[in-house]
Nanobody, 118 residues
Framework: EVQQVESGGGSVQAGGSLRLSCTASGFTFEGSDMGWYRQAPGNKCELVMVIDSAGNTYVPDSVKGRFTISLDNAKNTMYLQMNSLKPEDTAVYYC????????????RGQGTQVTVSS
């Protein structure tokens, strides 16, 4: 069974840091296109960062210079290091291969909540 579980969310003040983890079973991150998405209240899923099978990353301007994605293949875990957090980063964060999967995980109540206070 393919499964991934997000963790590491929490509440921080603006300027703080968090590291999210996504641990997978039933597939390996190595060689896969995967990423992090988020959904703020009232909004649809938004791409945060992706890493492709070759290790290339796509970073939107909204998080460029603040967020970093990485993989630990031995643990089959993907991380999202978030620094200099802003209130607008408040959202539920999902580990997903694409937008559709994000929306599916959203409907299941999965993901990890990140709340940034000013």
């Amino acid at each position: 069974e393919v499964q991934q579980v997000e963790s590491g969310g929490g509440s921080v003040q603006a300027g703080g840091s968090l590291r999210l983890s996504c641990t997978a079973s039933g597939f390996t991150f190595e060689g896969s296109d995967m990423g992090w998405y988020r959904q703020a209240p009232g909004n649809k899923c938004e791409l945060v960062m992706v890493i492709d099978s070759a290790g290339n990353t796509y970073v939107p301007d909204s998080v460029k210079g603040r967020f970093t994605i990485s993989l630990d293949n031995a643990k089959n875990t993907m991380y999202l290091q978030m620094n200099s957090l802003k209130p607008e980063d408040t959202a539920v964060y999902y580990c997903a291969a694409d937008y559709s999967e994000c929306m599916e995980r959203l409907s299941r109540g999965q993901g990890t909540q990140v709340t940034v206070s000013s």
